[in-house]
């Protein structure tokens, strides 16, 4: 089994656990939010885990590639159930003789985002996500969706706000513009996270560090209100650490946005290091955010 699409749009890895389903069907809602293809691909390891490596049996290879080919029918039939007839999209599907986080990668330079679930299931030549999710989130050229097998209680969350960490940093700025572009097409608010965490506020009493933090959130994010005046802004500053800040507001999120990197020092996000922490913890849709 093998249909393509032309542009890849939203790509969804599939090896068929209950993550990987879950985030089929997230996948295809925000395809269809951004009128773009939906391509799911699945990927199985052409040669022996072994050293020297040595490639797998043509009759071996055929099975995995007929598994490959079953496991995909059974998602795009998932991603047709999630969309209603006036949300129709493109649907392309692959089965890949090639290694996951490579793969997908590579994909991600033409794909609007990369979609994975937080966790997959292992059989023989068929190990997919969990560690790839990590590998491809870290090394991927477009937003990177983390989807949770606990995502099934998502459209009972169609109002709930989209949440994003902040460190008022330019590297931040992407994480930003994609939570905004987020909370725009589902029409729903956005919290953003500004968490200091700094030992000069402890060891310095004086400093004013809320009216400052107030301050520079206020500044950085006047612009980027004027691009989405459609999108009310709730502030949250915190002197805590940034990824248990997020965690507890991702709480009554729908999804959360944070960097892949970030920087450190005084109100320093540090949101390369919390990015992990936040994918493990939350409940809600992860995005990682890498220049599309």
Same mark, same amino acid.
């Given at each position: 089994?093998?249909?393509?699409?032309?542009?890849?749009?939203?790509?969804?890895?599939?090896?068929?656990?209950?993550?990987?389903?879950?985030?089929?069907?997230?996948?295809?809602?925000?395809?269809?939010?951004?009128?773009?293809?939906?391509?799911?691909?699945?990927?199985?390891?052409?040669?022996?885990?072994?050293?020297?490596?040595?490639?797998?049996?043509?009759?071996?290879?055929?099975?995995?590639?007929?598994?490959?080919?079953?496991?995909?029918?059974?998602?795009?039939?998932?991603?047709?159930?999630?969309?209603?007839?006036?949300?129709?999209?493109?649907?392309?599907?692959?089965?890949?003789?090639?290694?996951?986080?490579?793969?997908?990668?590579?994909?991600?330079?033409?794909?609007?985002? *990369? &979609?994975?679930? +937080?966790?997959? #299931?292992?059989?023989?030549?068929?190990? $997919? /996500? !969990? %560690?790839? =999710?990590?590998? @491809?989130?870290?090394?991927?050229?477009?937003?990177?969706?983390?989807?949770?097998?606990?995502?099934?209680?998502?459209?009972?969350?169609?109002?709930?706000?989209?949440?994003?960490?902040?460190?008022?940093?330019?590297?931040?700025?992407?994480?930003?513009?994609?939570?905004?572009?987020?909370?725009?097409?589902?029409?729903?608010?956005?919290?953003?996270?500004?968490?200091?965490?700094?030992?000069?506020?402890?060891?310095?009493?004086?400093?004013?560090?809320?009216?400052?933090?107030?301050?520079?959130?206020?500044?950085?994010?006047?612009?980027?209100?004027?691009?989405?005046?459609?999108?009310?802004?709730?502030?949250?500053?915190?002197?805590?650490?940034?990824?248990?800040?997020?965690?507890?507001?991702?709480?009554?999120?729908?999804? *959360? &946005?944070?960097? +892949?990197?970030? #920087?450190?020092?005084?109100?320093?996000? $540090? /949101? !390369? %290091?919390? =990015?992990?922490? @936040?994918?493990?913890?939350?409940?809600?849709?992860?995005?990682?955010?890498?220049?599309?």
């Amino acid at each position: 089994m093998s249909t393509t699409v032309t542009r890849y749009g939203v790509v969804v890895g599939v090896d068929g656990s209950a993550a990987s389903n879950a985030a089929v069907f997230w996948a295809a809602h925000e395809a269809a939010m951004r009128h773009v293809p939906l391509t799911l691909v699945h990927m199985y390891n052409p040669v022996v885990p072994a050293y020297p490596q040595v490639p797998t049996s043509a009759g071996v290879a055929l099975w995995q590639k007929d598994d490959g080919s079953e496991l995909l029918e059974h998602a795009v039939k998932i991603a047709e159930d999630a969309l209603s007839t006036d949300r129709a999209i493109a649907i392309g599907s692959e089965v890949k003789a090639s290694a996951p986080v490579p793969t997908l990668v590579e994909m991600s330079r033409d794909a609007d985002m *990369v &979609v994975l679930g +937080s966790t997959g #299931r292992s059989a023989v030549e068929r190990v $997919l /996500l !969990g %560690s790839v =999710s990590s590998g @491809v989130a870290h090394g991927a050229k477009c937003p990177v969706a983390i989807i949770r097998e606990e995502a099934s209680w998502l459209p009972q969350s169609k109002t709930a706000p989209v949440v994003v960490g902040i460190d008022c940093s330019p590297t931040s700025e992407v994480a930003l513009a994609i939570a905004l572009d987020e909370a725009s097409r589902r029409g729903v608010a956005l919290t953003a996270v500004h968490a200091w965490s700094d030992m000069a506020v402890y060891q310095l009493p004086w400093l004013e560090w809320r009216e400052e933090a107030e301050r520079n959130l206020a500044e950085y994010l006047a612009g980027w209100q004027e691009r989405y005046p459609d999108v009310k802004v709730n502030r949250v500053i915190v002197l805590d650490h940034p990824g248990r800040a997020l965690i507890e507001e991702s709480e009554g999120a729908q999804l *959360v &946005v944070v960097g +892949s990197h970030g #920087r450190g020092g005084l109100s320093g996000m $540090l /949101l !390369g %290091s919390v =990015s992990n922490g @936040v994918v493990h913890a939350v409940r809600a849709p992860v995005i990682v955010a890498h220049p599309a």
